[in-house]
């Protein structure tokens, strides 16, 4: 009698084990889902932060060329507020819009900075 309780015991343990380790597996496969979306995300933000720079750069090289300052802060105070009305719709907090424009700005900057002939 004890000897079925103790294997009955050690059964349901079993059970109850690959039942965890199959929930956990469960979740671990959604977790890397959610991961692998993340990096296409990723990847897909850092192609098309590189495609901005290369039209950042056809500017620059058009301001080089019609003796235009590279800093034009009117279109960047007017590029910001289109992305915090645009980011609010999506859940983005205006500082972090923000944040994320002024990096993006500085970055045109140097690529467009670049483009001047060395003196």
Known sequence: ??????FTCMLAMGLITTNAQTQTAA?????TIFRDKIDQLDKEIVRLLGER???ARTIG????THNMG??????????LQQAITYG??????EE?????YEDIHKESIRQQEALKPQQ
């Open 53 to 55: 720079m290369e039209a």
């Open 96 to 100: 972090f819009i923000k944040a994320l």
């Open 61 to 64: 090289a058009y301001k080089l």
């Open 70 to 79: 590279v800093v034009q802060s009117n279109r960047f105070n007017e590029v």
């Open 88 to 93: 609010k719709e999506k859940g983005l907090s």
């Open 1 to 6: 009698m004890i000897k079925r309780i103790i």
């Open 27 to 31: 979740k671990r496969d959604s977790l």
